[in-house]
């Protein structure tokens, strides 16, 4: 962000402040004195940090992504705050590493990764299947989920895709459309791609996943709170979820993005996860490409400029 602030003109005509802690009500005061805060997908920004942060002269809150599940809209527009955001930095990114997710689970590279370092070459419990004429399900069709569609087209899997909005991309991949309980109950595969609203909040739970297939696999790279985690670990212990790749989880802000290896997870389902061999966690990384954070970089700085500027602010959040 420095470099790129340099590149974009941004310093030294403003003075920008790199804080480690993340954003709450608590560390708000820490922005005291600022017209604008930037933040990421694990700050908190709700009613209480707003205020906190209005008290203290912020005026503009710059999302350095493209969700915005975290940050009371409301509260803001209320307190004449402008919010905007990143649209869409490196939708390739996310969708790669979804599919990554699925190839690694299905072949179980991890799980022969850790034997071959150990010199152990047998092939038993690293049996998978071929992803060619499977079904796979796609929820969210943005610019993600339409590119993991075309992803999963190309192994020459049936693609199925639930949306309130069809995509005209998607549709060019060659997907079909259906209902969610058609997701649930014809989808070998299942990868998350929608937002977050409460519309949305654990459209995974017990309910559907009893309407799965047996032997499903489930891949979320969008929003944890999608999924009900008990529920899911439930499915996992009765054999009805075959495999498991997470990028995101419920109540990740408490350790994404920190080094806790010298500690004890106090989040016992999250840490129930970590005992299946068949669930992998990466730490919020599908984002993490060079080219996805120069764009998240610039995009950011040009939503600075603009509203620095008094100009129209294209990426506003209302």
């Known amino acids: 962000m ?3 602030a340099k590149e974009d003109g941004v310093t030294p005509a403003h003075e920008i ?9 608590t560390s708000a005061k820490l922005a005291e004195g600022c017209e604008g805060v930037c933040i ?14 209005h008290a203290g002269g912020t005026r503009a809150v710059f999302l350095r992504c493209a969700g915005f599940d975290m940050i009371d809209l409301k509260v803001a527009k209320e307190l004449g705050m402008a919010v905007t955001r990143v649209p869409a930095y490196s939708p390739y990114a996310v969708a790669e590493h979804a599919a990554a997710l699925m190839m690694t689970l299905n072949r179980k590279i991890h ?11 047998r092939l038993a419990g690293l049996l998978g299947f071929d ?5 796979i399900g796609v929820v969210g069709t943005g610019k993600i989920g339409a590119l993991f569609a075309r992803i999963a087209g190309g192994f020459g899997a049936k693609v199925l895709a639930y949306d309130v909005v069809q995509s005209q991309e998607a549709l060019s991949y060659g997907v079909e459309y259906v209902s969610q309980e058609e997701i649930w109950a014809r989808s070998d595969i299942i990868s998350l791609h929608a937002p977050l609203f409460p519309t949305t909040k654990h459209m995974i739970n017990a309910d559907s996943i009893g309407k799965m297939k047996d032997g499903v696999m489930i891949i979320n790279t969008s929003r944890g709170g999608l999924i ?9 212990k009765a054999g009805k979820i075959r495999a498991v790749g997470l990028d995101v989880f419920e109540g990740e802000g408490e350790y994404f993005y920190s080094d806790c290896s010298g500690g004890i997870i106090a989040d016992e389902t999250l840490a129930r996860l970590f005992t299946f061999p068949n669930v992998i966690i990466t730490g919020h990384q599908a984002f993490f490409t060079k080219e996805a954070l120069d764009n998240i970089g610039h995009t950011t700085m040009a939503n600075i400029n603009a509203y620095v500027a008094k100009e129209q602010l294209v990426n506003e959040v209302k």
């Open 131 to 135: 992803i060619n004429g499977k079904t």
């Open 228 to 236: 009900d985690t008990k529920a899911l670990v439930d499915g996992l």
């Open 2 to 4: 420095e470099r790129i």
């Open 111 to 121: 799980r022969s990764y850790n034997r071959t370092r150990e010199q152990n070459f």
């Open 17 to 25: 402040t790199f804080l480690v802690p993340r954003l709450d009500h």
């Open 40 to 53: 990421f997908v694990n700050d908190v920004a709700d009613e209480k940090s707003l205020r906190a942060l």
